[in-house]
Every structure is written in structure tokens, then in C-alpha cells.
């Protein structure tokens, strides 16, 4: 992990890293307490799709923790996303498509796709796996203190989920915006969400144009975790309300404890 830029704000050390995963450089960035000394715990911040690390509520959780709670957090540009674009025309149509299926309002769920964009969506959930994992081989053990959480919602959580499932190190995760369905690698994601073991809050909104209702409900479901909690709102996939960050806040200080501690 190679720290290329650091600046602080109002108590709140910024870093932007280069993580050397695979064959791959994933521009991350991490936010901790500045002058901080001894453990924390540590939450890891997956964005939605056609998003990046910067995208303003990733900026604000992740400030909101390093202040709130004294917790360190670090988010990673997804395959595809952020700096990572090869393709800028690409990634414009995409993003303008997504927004046309929000503006559409609530239907049938996602439209099929081709065969190379199924292709393509696959590799990216096992890619974004695997650079997660290669995120925390690289942070300091001493800097979260084996109290590593993870928050990721819609994108977030079709990669986050199987990465938590699989990943022994994460011991709570705030995952949402998504279900279950036939959309590529949907037998995988179903498997790895009966597979998890830790605590999931499970954020779904009840006007959700882009997951159908039902599907999120069938995911809550099929969460093998012991402890699991839902939270529906109104509204639709943009539009989780800003009162939500403080139960996330809440979730985490209850799993992964103080700074502290």
C-alpha cells in the first residue's frame, strides 16, 4: 500500500493510497484520527455502481466515523469505477441508463443483458472479492485491532456480501439495496449470503425502483446470520434517509466497540 497524497481536516487525517492487488493499482482512500495512538476498528466503505471512492456519502460516512466514534475507515475504487474508468463514454451511457431506470420508477427488476456484460459483471464481484481481501493483508493489524466492520449498499453489497461471507477477518457488516434474482453470478451471491455468519444490518427501501421489493425481502431471508436486523424506508434507491447513518453508527459501536476499548 503506497500513500500517495495526505491532508488533514477538522481532526481527520485523509490518505490516498495506491493498493497493489494482482496486477492491479485500486486508488483507495483512508480516514483515521489524527495524532491517534493504539487500535481502532477499522470500516471498510464499498460504493454503489457508477460511483467511486469520492462520491459524497462515502465521504461523509467515512468522516462521520474517524469523528463520531474515533474509528479508522478506507474505501476502494471498484473495478471499473472512479479512476479505475477505461472507457469514460462507456461509463457516462451506463450511469445515464441507471438514472433512466431510477426516473422510470419501480418495476420488474434489472433488464437482461448480454453475455459480455454478464461476463464482465461476474469478474468484477470476484475481482472486487479479491481486492478486499488484499486490502486487509496490507493494513496494519495494530491499526483495527482484528474489529474490522464492512458498509456497502446496491454494488456494495452484490461485492461486499460474498467478500464478507468469505472473509473471517470482517465481524459485522451494514449491507442493502439489493436482492436476490437471476441476474449473473445470482446463485453464487444466494449462497454466499446464507453462508454468512456475522452480524448484518440490512438496509432496503420499500419504492426501490432498481431491486423489487420482494427480491430484498427473499435476501433478508435467505441471511444465514444469527443476528440480522432490517430497516425498510420509504422512498426509492437513492433516497435512504440521512437519520439512517446514526443506527449504521450505532451497528458498528455495538459490534466492533470503542476506540477504547
Not at 188 to 208: G, H, K, M, T, Y
Amino acid at each position: 500500500m503506497e500513500i500517495v497524497s495526505e491532508k488533514v481536516e477538522r481532526g481527520v487525517v485523509e490518505q490516498r493510497f495506491d493498493l497493489h492487488a494482482g496486477d492491479d493499482v485500486v486508488p483507495g482512500i483512508r480516514w483515521s484520527v489524527e495524532g491517534a495512538t493504539g487500535p481502532r476498528p477499522t470500516v471498510l466503505i464499498g460504493h454503489g455502481g457508477t460511483q467511486h471512492k469520492r462520491a459524497p456519502y462515502v465521504l461523509t460516512l467515512g468522516r462521520r466515523l474517524v469523528r463520531h466514534l474515533g474509528y479508522t475507515a478506507v474505501a476502494l475504487d471498484a473495478p471499473g469505477h472512479g479512476e479505475r474508468v477505461t472507457d469514460p463514454e462507456l461509463a457516462e451511457r451506463r450511469r445515464q441508463a441507471l438514472e433512466a431506470r431510477i426516473a422510470a420508477g419501480p418495476g420488474p427488476g434489472a433488464p437482461a443483458i448480454g453475455p459480455e456484460e454478464a461476463r464482465e459483471w461476474v469478474e468484477r464481484v470476484t475481482t472486487g472479492v479479491a481486492e478486499w481481501k488484499a486490502l486487509l493483508d496490507e493494513l496494519d493489524p495494530r491499526d483495527g485491532g482484528g474489529r474490522y466492520g464492512y458498509w456497502g449498499v446496491s454494488m456494495g453489497t452484490l461485492i461486499g456480501l460474498p467478500f464478507v461471507a468469505s472473509d473471517r477477518r470482517i465481524v459485522a457488516a451494514v449491507l442493502g439495496l439489493a436482492g436476490l434474482g437471476n441476474r449473473p453470478g445470482a446463485a453464487s451471491f444466494e449462497q454466499s449470503a446464507r453462508a454468512l455468519q456475522v452480524p448484518v444490518l440490512l438496509v432496503l427501501q420499500w419504492d426501490d425502483e432498481l431491486v423489487p421489493r420482494a427480491a430484498g425481502l427473499d435476501l433478508f431471508d435467505a441471511i444465514g446470520s444469527r443476528e440480522k436486523t432490517l430497516h425498510v424506508n420509504p422512498g426509492g434507491h437513492v433516497a435512504i434517509p440521512g437519520f439512517e447513518m446514526q443506527s449504521h453508527e450505532d451497528f458498528f459501536l455495538r459490534h466492533l466497540g470503542s476506540a477504547g476499548s
